[in-house]
């Protein structure tokens, strides 16, 4: 099988449900349907959106798909591994390979970092050290000037906030990426460079890319 034909992702009747709060002691306690036997296969290279309203479970299927929850029902297989039967330290593993870039670039970046070490921070969650250069290389990639690795979170805009999220995602060389509504909050010229960056990245370093909007 090819490069391009290789399936990545296979998302298998997935299913999620929430317990809700008992009305009263006695009471049954209920539930609340986020996803409902949602299925999918992502490629090598390929792109994929998922777009929703508000509250119809895109972000639930994001952290599934990342295994931060394991489902009610269904399977989630990357590179076909069932990514909740890995243990933690094979799964720690396997998210170098997948990673996510969030919504609010501000919150998902510690403020008492600089730019350098937030880009640093990956390598120091996998146990090993940062290549040479590769700090320099990763602000070069998302358009970002090397100076700006010194800065700190809120001496940024919200488009170069986001493009330091993208950059920490890239860090590993990922094979895939999830891009969880990263243009949310952003003026109409920034929403257009973060896309046409994600898609440049797509074509240029083959990955594979689930954008939800």
């Known amino acids: 099988m090819s490069a391009t034909s290789q399936i990545l992702l296979d998302v298998q009747h997935v299913s999620q449900q929430y317990p ?4 009263a002691l006695l009471a049954k306690a209920g539930h609340i349907q986020a996803l409902n036997d949602v299925s999918f296969q992502l490629a090598a290279g390929k792109s994929m959106g998922i777009v929703g309203e508000s509250g119809s479970g895109k972000s639930t299927l994001a952290r599934l798909v990342m295994a931060l929850e394991k489902p009610t ?36 970046l510690d403020p008492r970092y600089t730019v350098a070490d937030c880009l ?3 390598f120091v969650v996998q146990g090993v050290e940062v290549p040479k250069g590769r700090i320099e290389a990763l602000l070069d990639q998302v358009g970002l000037s090397r100076a700006m690795g010194q800065s700190y979170p809120h001496q940024l805009s919200g488009g170069q ?18 891009a969880d509504e990263v243009t949310s909050g952003l003026d109409v010229s920034a929403q257009a460079r973060i896309v046409a960056l994600l898609q440049a990245l ?12």
């Open 73 to 108: 029902q269904g399977q989630v297989l990357f590179k076909g591994q069932d990514l909740n039967a890995l243990p933690a330290n094979k799964l720690r593993a396997s998210r170098s390979d997948f990673q996510m870039v969030f919504q609010d670039p501000y919150s998902s």
């Open 202 to 213: 797509r074509r240029e370093e083959g990955l594979a890319l689930i954008f939800i909007s």
């Open 20 to 23: 809700l709060p008992k009305a």
């Open 161 to 178: 906030r986001q493009r330091v999220g993208i950059a920490r995602a890239l860090a590993l060389q990922p094979v895939a990426l999830i």
């Open 120 to 122: 640093a921070e990956p």
